[in-house]
């Protein structure tokens, strides 16, 4: 049997009926993949994307394929703690229970450049937005049983260092592999943190974190010219074959039973973790560190605004 289908694969997502998911991202690559698989299985899901258009056009094109789907449109720009506020709220007017939260949304390697409120873009819109996020909603979380916040990390937070004297490259150079790297470590330490203090609470949701291996999407549309080209290249010759297969590690962490919390999924194969379906993998030593962790997330609090209440709104 191929490796392509031996293993965890979309059909084992259980039903999904009565339940509602907030992918964020969800217009396109494996966030567009795990709306659909989500939606196709039952669920209510909020389309939240960057650009309410695009959003749109998502939703239609779930409706074209899965017939009766429950998808709700929604702009979210991650990169604005303004739009975060907004989005959130609207979430919360319109549905009074979440049963999934999927911080999907990802800016990879871009030129360098500042969010609405002047964090670095990859550090502000890939982890900074989705703390916010999660906090504006975790209200709505904490009464859900079996409720799941998954978050996306990547294989590169394994070479990420997070930076806690310039998080914000105002000193250093800026190389644009070392800000994704270190927001995608960050992305997975918020995990682990936020598991700590749900446990601790006694709270009914849990958090876990996944990485797709390496997918052909548009993710890599701002990188350099000749990173983009070794990116595509090594994608080609070790990659996932879709961004579906990318999508099912994510989908693992949200719907398997078996699943726990503080669980981190990516794909089984050999070469760089970069292809195949999901398993548990270890996160590196880095994103195990409890001080780090808690140093990252009192540094979020700040930065955002955002103090997470785990028996109320936030």
Known sequence: MSRWTDGWVAGEVGDQRGRTAVVT????????????????????????????????????????????????????????????C???????????????????????????GRTEDGFERQFGTNHLGHF?????????????????????????HRGGRIDFDDLHFARRRYR????????????LMFTLEL???????AARPVALAAEPGLVPTELPRHTAAPARLAVWLLTRLAGQPDAATGALATLRAATDPRARGG??????????????????????????????????????ERL?????????PA
């Open 25 to 84: 991202g969800a217009n396109t690559g494996i966030g567009f993949e795990t709306a659909t698989v989500l939606a196709a299985h039952g669920a209510t899901v909020v389309l939240a994307c960057r650009d309410a258009g695009r959003a749109n056009a998502a939703a239609a094109r779930i409706a074209g394929t899965v017939p009766d789907a429950a998808v709700d449109p929604l702009g979210l720009d991650l990169a604005s703690l303004a739009s975060v």
């Open 86 to 112: 907004q989005a959130a709220d609207r979430i919360r007017s319109r549905y009074p229970r979440l049963d999934l939260l999927i911080n999907n949304a990802g800016l990879m390697m871009p030129p360098f």
């Open 132 to 156: 916010a996020l999660t906090g504006r909603l975790l209200d709505r979380l904490l009464p859900t049983p079996g409720a799941r916040i998954v978050t996306v990390s990547s294989l590169v």
């Open 176 to 187: 644009r592999p070392a800000a994704y790297s270190q927001s995608k470590l960050a992305n």
């Open 195 to 201: 598991q700590r203090r749900l446990a601790a609470a």
């Open 263 to 300: 669980e981190y999924y990516g794909p089984d194969g050999r070469l760089l973790r970069a292809s195949g379906h999901p398993v548990r993998i270890e996160p590196s030593e880095a994103a195990r560190d409890p001080e780090a962790q808690r140093r990252l997330w009192a540094e979020s």
């Open 304 to 312: 955002t605004g955002v103090t997470y209440r785990f028996g109320g």
